[in-house]
């Protein structure tokens, strides 16, 4: 997105505020544009605008690939997901029958969008113990997209799967962008193109790089579809 892209929604997020995804709006703007209006808007919330994606613009769990077929190991690193999950769950008294995330998913994605696992399972493990908080479990986004620090829910999903996936296109199109993991994940680095930070937390992306090296020791595997590089 250019400079000039970033002037025009600084202005219209000024105008409109977070009820700038509109579909007649979104429809002027395009994908790109409507969705980078809400983050700027005060959250990371673009779900609407990429619930409109164009027709080119399929979503890799809708696509007809058999990625047990792709993945190398596919069932063993599932299970090792499933146990990894499970574990953080257990940990606060929870049980694994409480989640609504498909560790079929999260390998898929992982894999689809070549995002590194391991820190894919910090951040849901960080935000919402994989989507059993209240919070999560109400608006459905259990990577906390369009949930502000002011109680406010901006966003909202039927399908925790589907939000997993919406979590990993913002973060790769706004605040990885064409950077490494390492950089990324640096500290005070997860910032979008005009410097609008992911989390208000400082050590947010610290607490991320812990959880996710936390994971790695704790299943080896999981090293096995790692992109942190």
Same mark, same amino acid.
């Given at each position: 997105?250019?400079?000039?892209?970033?002037?025009?929604?600084?202005?219209?997020?000024?105008?409109?505020?977070?009820?700038?995804?509109?579909?007649?709006?979104f429809?002027?703007?395009?994908?790109?544009?409507?969705?980078?209006?809400?983050?700027? *808007?005060?959250?990371?919330?673009?779900?609407?605008? %990429?619930?409109?994606?164009?027709?080119?613009?399929?979503?890799?769990?809708?696509?007809?690939?058999? /990625?047990?077929?792709?993945?190398?190991?596919?069932?063993?690193?599932?299970?090792?997901?499933?146990?990894?999950?499970?574990?953080?769950?257990?940990?606060?008294?929870?049980?694994?029958?409480?989640?609504?995330?498909?560790p079929?998913?999260?390998?898929?994605?992982?894999?689809?969008?070549?995002?590194?696992?391991?820190? +894919? +399972?910090?951040?849901?493990?960080?935000?919402s113990?994989?989507?059993?908080?209240?919070?999560?479990?109400?608006?459905?986004?259990?990577?906390?997209?369009?949930?502000?620090?002011?109680?406010?829910?901006?966003?909202?999903?039927?399908?925790?799967?589907?939000?997993?996936?919406?979590?990993?296109?913002?973060?790769?199109?706004? /605040?990885?962008?064409?950077?490494?993991?390492?950089? *990324?994940f640096?500290?005070?680095? %997860?910032?979008?193109?005009?410097?609008?930070?992911?989390?208000?937390?400082k050590?947010?992306?610290?607490?991320?790089?812990?959880?996710?090296?936390?994971?790695?020791?704790?299943?080896?595997?999981?090293?096995?579809?790692?992109? /942190? +590089?």
């Amino acid at each position: 997105m250019n400079k000039k892209d970033y002037i025009l929604l600084e202005y219209l997020c000024e105008k409109y505020g977070a009820d700038i995804i509109e579909e007649g709006l979104f429809k002027k703007l395009g994908p790109t544009l409507a969705a980078g209006a809400l983050t700027l *808007a005060g959250g990371v919330g673009v779900h609407n605008a %990429l619930n409109h994606r164009t027709a080119d613009e399929p979503k890799a769990i809708e696509q007809s690939v058999s /990625f047990a077929d792709q993945i190398p190991n596919y069932h063993e690193l599932v299970q090792t997901v499933k146990k990894y999950m499970n574990w953080a769950v257990n940990c606060v008294g929870h049980d694994y029958s409480e989640i609504e995330i498909n560790p079929e998913t999260l390998v898929e994605l992982s894999y689809a969008y070549k995002y590194d696992l391991p820190m +894919l +399972l910090a951040a849901l493990h960080l935000e919402s113990h994989f989507g059993i908080t209240p919070r999560a479990k109400r608006t459905g986004s259990p990577c906390s997209i369009g949930c502000w620090d002011n109680g406010k829910d901006k966003a909202y999903y039927d399908d925790q799967n589907e939000a997993v996936e919406d979590y990993i296109r913002i973060m790769q199109d706004n /605040f990885i962008r064409n950077r490494s993991f390492s950089d *990324a994940f640096a500290d005070g680095n %997860l910032v979008n193109g005009i410097g609008k930070r992911y989390a208000s937390d400082k050590n947010y992306e610290k607490n991320l790089r812990s959880m996710r090296l936390r994971a790695i020791k704790k299943f080896p595997e999981l090293n096995n579809q790692t992109y /942190f +590089l």
